[in-house]
């Protein structure tokens, strides 16, 4: 839709030449809080770009500009959904459970996390497939695993591996470092906690909204180290080992929630829903400076400058 105003020109790609819209030009707008040529919008309800472009120039033909100004480059990620379709979006990426463990395992989308019933001290002799997730995602930092579908259910305190299927239908399990002895090689980790995925902690602030590093040092109130020896992988300093037990993460995990005093999470659905909400408040050019400014966007994108960016001051 915006790009249908760009100019075309042609690339030579050997013997072949490809017509493209030259995105390399570009029009930025750099004074949209000015009252006297802006007005601020709210975009109603199931609200498209044309229907708005209606409401105030009575014309569809100006929703290209709409999102000019707003710089909304991506309709389907950039515009304001309805909250019918921002409701099943949040099904679709929110849903699901927050599964949290020690150890740092090498997993990715598509692999399974399974109850261990039993082992030998470092690898699983035996498990429960009736109580598995697919993995949709793995957040190492915050050693949290984004489970979906699968069947049975899973408590905070068991034991769990992870696999991954082979091209010939059968699975693998992965093995990684142990958690709490460097060195040693296992196949399955604690299962600390788990919470619905989008109540999960997107970062943690204290009481004035500073936000904090997950694994700064606190005092665990008496609870029991993991290990005097467990370790971390600090994405500043990958081979310095710390001790994990003492970290606000742990705490957080290892207490099924429990935070300290002045300490508090923001979750994925509220961080998620204020990014949502901040897209529905737009800026809308007066319609008495619409015919100088089209005319004037149109002049710079029909120049000769290639891979310009214009600015529109007003």
Same mark, same amino acid.
């Given at each position: 839709?915006?790009?249908?105003?760009?100019?075309?020109?042609?690339?030579?790609?050997?013997?072949?030449?490809?017509?493209?819209?030259?995105? /390399?030009?570009?029009?930025? /707008?750099?004074?949209?809080?000015? &009252?006297?040529?802006?007005?601020?919008?709210?975009?109603?309800?199931?609200?498209?770009?044309?229907?708005?472009?209606?409401?105030?120039?009575?014309?569809?033909?100006?929703?290209?500009?709409?999102?000019?100004?707003?710089?909304?480059?991506?309709?389907?990620?950039?515009?304001?959904?309805?909250?019918?379709?921002?409701?099943?979006?949040?099904?679709?990426?929110?849903?699901?459970?927050?599964?949290? *463990?020690?150890?740092?395992?090498?997993?990715?989308?598509?692999?399974?996390?399974?109850?261990?019933?039993?082992?030998?001290?470092?690898?699983? +002799?035996?498990?429960?497939?009736?109580?598995?997730?697919?993995?949709?995602?793995?957040?190492?930092?915050?050693?949290?695993?984004?489970?979906?579908?699968?069947?049975?259910? /899973?408590?905070?305190?068991?034991?769990?591996?992870?696999?991954?299927? &082979?091209?010939?239908?059968?699975?693998?399990?992965?093995?990684?470092?142990?958690?709490?002895?460097?060195?040693?090689?296992? @196949?399955?980790?604690?299962?600390?906690?788990?919470?619905?995925?989008?109540?999960?902690?997107?970062?943690? !602030?204290?009481?004035?909204?500073?936000?904090?590093?997950?694994?700064?040092? !606190?005092?665990?109130?008496?609870?029991?180290? !993991?290990?005097?020896?467990?370790?971390? *992988? @600090?994405?500043?300093?990958?081979?310095?080992?710390?001790?994990?037990?003492?970290?606000?993460?742990?705490?957080?995990?290892?207490? +099924?929630?429990?935070?300290?005093?002045?300490?508090?999470?923001?979750?994925?659905?509220?961080?998620?829903?204020?990014?949502? !909400?901040?897209?529905?408040?737009?800026?809308?050019?007066?319609?008495?400076?619409? +015919?100088?400014?089209?005319?004037?966007?149109?002049?710079?994108?029909?120049?000769?400058?290639?891979?310009?960016?214009?600015?529109?001051?007003?």
């Amino acid at each position: 839709m915006l790009f249908k105003n760009y100019p075309q020109i042609n690339y030579n790609f050997g013997n072949r030449s490809v017509t493209l819209v030259d995105i /390399f030009k570009n029009i930025s /707008f750099t004074n949209t809080d000015n &009252n006297l040529a802006f007005d601020e919008y709210m975009i109603q309800d199931g609200e498209t770009a044309e229907d708005v472009s209606l409401k105030f120039y009575g014309t569809t033909s100006y929703a290209w500009l709409v999102l000019l100004v707003n710089n909304k480059i991506d309709i389907k990620k950039d515009w304001y959904i309805s909250t019918e379709e921002y409701a099943l979006y949040k099904e679709n990426t929110l849903g699901g459970v927050a599964m949290y *463990v020690p150890a740092l395992p090498n997993i990715q989308q598509g692999d399974i996390i399974v109850k261990v019933l039993d082992n030998d001290g470092s690898f699983s +002799t035996q498990i429960d497939n009736t109580v598995y997730r697919h993995i949709a995602s793995f957040d190492p930092y915050l050693r949290k695993i984004r489970g979906i579908s699968g069947a049975g259910e /899973f408590v905070s305190g068991d034991l769990v591996l992870f696999a991954r299927k &082979n091209n010939d239908g059968s699975v693998t399990p992965i093995q990684f470092a142990n958690q709490s002895q460097q060195g040693y090689i296992t @196949d399955f980790t604690n299962l600390y906690f788990i919470e619905s995925y989008a109540d999960s902690p997107v970062y943690f !602030i204290t009481g004035n909204d500073v936000i904090l590093n997950p694994y700064i040092d !606190i005092v665990n109130g008496g609870t029991a180290a !993991i290990s005097s020896n467990a370790t971390y *992988v @600090d994405s500043t300093s990958p081979e310095q080992p710390n001790n994990f037990a003492n970290t606000l993460l742990y705490n957080y995990t290892y207490n +099924t929630g429990a935070l300290p005093t002045n300490v508090s999470k923001v979750n994925i659905a509220s961080e998620d829903y204020n990014k949502y !909400i901040q897209k529905q408040k737009i800026k809308i050019l007066k319609r008495e400076l619409l +015919t100088s400014v089209v005319s004037a966007i149109q002049t710079a994108l029909n120049g000769d400058n290639v891979g310009k960016i214009f600015k529109v001051e007003l």
